[in-house]
């Protein structure tokens, strides 16, 4: 299990290389892009959102002033009319005066009403007796009487000429939040009030001056010089106090800076800021950042967007360098795997250009290599050849010695008949020897031979030896190649029989399988392993070049590894020789 | 071959394939887009939200929300509340203007000013005639809410009146229940100056600025500031000349209690400082409201002028609904016909539950109806008011009601300062020509 793990990353490891590489710079790149798109475009969307809001934080002031105007001009117009001044401070004795009373002041706030913009806020006009007269009790109806109690007359009372801005939400106002301007109207001479002055209007009413131009996560706030928020889009705001926020708003207003990011209400803001003198409440513009942000750059979308980007890409990527690296691998392969083809099998060549190339190229250069080994090993098989046929051609001059001294010997002796036997087949030896041009002989021949050679043996050391030939008559007309046999024989007549001084030594050839089957046969001493060996190697070949140990290769040689020589041996018992040759008929 | 070209190529496949994807995606927000654009335009069948403009939280705003549990289908309505000054602004602006952007689908508008409206802008309502029967209803309410012979208007709450008064005090001054029963304003101010004298309380208490008690009396004899013609009917009106002359002994004895506005107006009965309050119905939530008062309220008939055909009943105020001719009439209308127009099991909730007497004459035979209240010792109070709404005689207000009374108005501070009666009426009679004609 574990090798194929290893085996798999040994096999892959140039994929998964280049993968990885890949892998973390695409990510690094469209993290880093992402990112810093996603940061551009945030800070270049607060970056305008805050330059439209300053403009829109203008065009409210506008229309706050508007209305703070239209405030404080009814309160002078209202403290110049001398008529009203008389009223306010008069009084009536009857019922009847009453009416008129009444209903001539109130003729004159209609009539300072109608200068009033916007028609959502009331008026009303208060004697020191506590009545009141009211332009649109439809907004506000406060009970007379509290109010000429309340705190907020009494601080007219004290102030000085000037019109105060509350914030109420108590049974004054219904218990609904209102803005209320009041004023003091004050005689000329001694500061003494005569009556006051007061203007309402809803908070709902003083929010849409600016409610349009609020949305999700984009609030407005109206906040009073002691913290306290008067007027907000956002309900819950209303009526708080946060000091923190005051003291941005303060900083901001010093520095006079754009805006700056915040945090209140446990959430990050952008921050604007504008003190409006004429009311005296900072107009606040509290932009939610993670909101709006959310609301215009779906970074979900662009996270998405990236990451199926960079799937894509890996995906293609790996399929382009898995189809460049799977050839190379492949070649790898192949070629660690050549040695066991023995360097026959050809590399597929496949894959993209590169590794065809190289396959290409790999196998021209192994058909070359192969070709120019054949040639080296067609050379030296001529070379062996050569020195084989020479060999062949020639006979051990030792043995023609050996062979001329026996038979003087036997002529000293008077043996005529032997000698001209021995003559005979001398002659004929040599003859085959020197005559005999052609690589192959009949079995026939080879006997003739064999024959000839073991008389001029026996006739040199008598016939202790008997040798006898077995031979099937349908194999005498097989060609086999020359002096196959006879180092077998030879081998025979001087080693086997050194302790042994008489034996036989048997010679068969038979057609066995449509192959030839030569045996060479002794009841000789037999040898062990290491004796055989010693032996092939120090034997002197008496007959000719050719000896034993070259019989095997030469068959093989000549037809192949199916052929050649076998011996089996053993001490005492003899040496039985194999000689396996292919059925070839002349 | 074909095998490699493809293998080759395939990376290129890939990526016309990404860029269609992508393509797709943006695709996608376009179609969203135009989709929500087509749905805007919808004319056939109608399937937005209903817009209803409407005052007062707790009464008509209520009584529309009650109405679509009522309703068959299913309705989306967005109700926006203001004031009934803000709404006449708002409508004026918009239907001048020509452009109905904007504008409400249902519309509540007081009787006394429905007029003006239809007159001036007969082809901005949908008349809504055919969604329900005008004899289920109270017939002094046709006449404002109709225009030129159509029905425009569905006729809603009722302003019939009643004299509310202190059972207490009254007797303190010798005037039993019986004695209160379908008096004149002649007597009225008899037993106003009897009570003051007694008692030292006022029996009334009244704004200078508003002269509801006027058009009451009028009411009463069938007469008006105007005729049905619309021709100024001041200087020879004699059930004007009575009202006028009511008042002012009134004023002249003493037995007012003058108020300069609403909240005024609410405390000087709920401190106990008059006897009497002549007004429409709906003002006994207001002197409920006054807990250590209860049992010591009744109600009687609104007084009537001295003259001959003087009815013990009149109406003040009272609004109606209306549908705007624009898309989402039909749905409107039908929604109204249903509810307003012919549910009886629905006035019955608005009685029970807000307090609203509706103008539909089958509901008072509906068991909210009989309920007695204990409030007013046991009186059944809107079976007394939907019986009495049904005497109420039905005259037509005109459009130039609001404008005469200011005039009026004006007037009648020198009518109170001494000035014959003769020249108030002609001052007044002279100032609407000139203003009105």
Redesign the interface.
Known sequence: MIKKIRHFFDYNKLILKIFLVLFFSIMTVSVLITYSGIRMSSNLFMDTFSITNTKVIKQIENQIDNFHQSIVRTAFEVEKDSELKRLLKSDYD???E???Y??????KVDHFYNNFYP??VTMLLMNKRG????A????W????QVLLNHPITRQLDRSNNQIEFSLENSSLTNHKPMIIAGKALREASDESPYGYYFAAIKERDLRSFYEGFTSEGNNILLMAPNGKIISSNKKNYIGLSEPRLLSYANDLNEYQAEYRNIRVFDKDYTFLVKYLPSFGVYLINLVDQNLVAKNVINTNEILL?SA??VC?SL??AV??IR?MTVPLSDLVNQISDMARYQFNKPLEVKGGYEARKIAESFNYMLNELHDYVKLLLRTQEKQRKAELKALQHQINPHFIYNTLASIKFMTQQGKIEEVSQTIESFIALLQHALTNIEETITVEQEIIHLKNYTKVNQSRYGDRIQVNFLVSPDSLECRLPKLVLQPFVENAFFHAFIKKKRGVIQILIAVKDNKLVCEVMDNGDGMDKEQRHSKEEQNKQLYSGIGIRNVDERIKLLYGNKYGVETKSELGIGTRVKITLPFIDS | MLKNVFKRFSWLLGLALLITMLAACSEDDQTQGSANDSGDEGTSEFEGSLLAWAWDQNFNVAALEIAQNYFDEELKMEIVDSSSADIVQRLNAGLSSGTMKGMPNIVLIEDGRAQTFLRSYPNAFYPIGEYFNTDDFASYKIAPTSYDGKQYGLPFDTGVTGLFYRKDILEEAGYSEEDLQNITWGEYVDIAIEVKEKTGTAMISLDPNDLGIIRMMLQSAGSWYTTPDDEINIENNDALKLALENYKKLMDSEAVYMVSDWSNYIGSFNNGDAATVPTGNWMAPSIEQAESQAGLWRVAPIPRLDIDGAKNAANLGGSSWYVLNIDGKEKAAEFLGQTFGSNKDFYQDLVTEIGAIGTFKAASEGEAYQIEDDFFGGQKLIYKFSQWMEDIPQIDSGINTNGIEGILEAEMQNYLKGESLEDVLNNTQEQAENQFK
């Open positions: 009857n019922t009847r009453q009416a008129i009444i209903y001539t002041l109130n003729q028609n959502n009545e009141a007269f009211n649109n009790f439809n907004i109806d406060p009970d007379d967007i199926f980007i894509i995906f293609i399929l382009i189809r």
